[in-house]
């Protein structure tokens, strides 16, 4: 049975990816294929290090994001998990509160 789902699912792919080949628009303009940079035409490598503050505000910002997809569905359906419901989201909710006062006592959320 997996063998099979397996096949399916990389037929299912094959055929994804030979559709969006034939049907897509091609260009043949050479600066199509170019890094865009606002219009003006790059100089010299654009190979640079970033601070690793711009990532973990990328990180928080992610974990901060997903926070409210998963609590979505908790309120949507929020009448059905009674009491108990209610105690899991709120631990969770802890757990983030923790979590954003710990970042904001480190300075990970001062943009310098």
Known sequence: MFLVA????MFL???ALM??????PHSRNK?????????????????MQFRVGYYL??????VFDMETVLLFPWAVILRELGA?????VGFFMVILTFGLVYTWKKGALKWK
Do not use: M
């Not at 199509?32 to 003006?40: A, F, L, S």
């Not at 505000?57 to 992610?62: E, Q, R, S, T």
């Not at 108990?84 to 899991?88: D, H, N, R, S, V």
């Open 19 to 24: 559709l969006a080949k034939l049907l897509a």
């Open 57 to 62: 505000f990328a990180i928080l910002f992610l």
């Open 84 to 88: 108990e419901g209610l105690a899991c």
């Open 13 to 15: 792919v094959g055929i």
């Open 31 to 47: 600066l199509k294929g170019q890094t865009y940079e606002c219009g003006i035409p790059t100089r010299g490598t654009s190979w």
């Open 6 to 9: 397996v096949l399916t699912a």
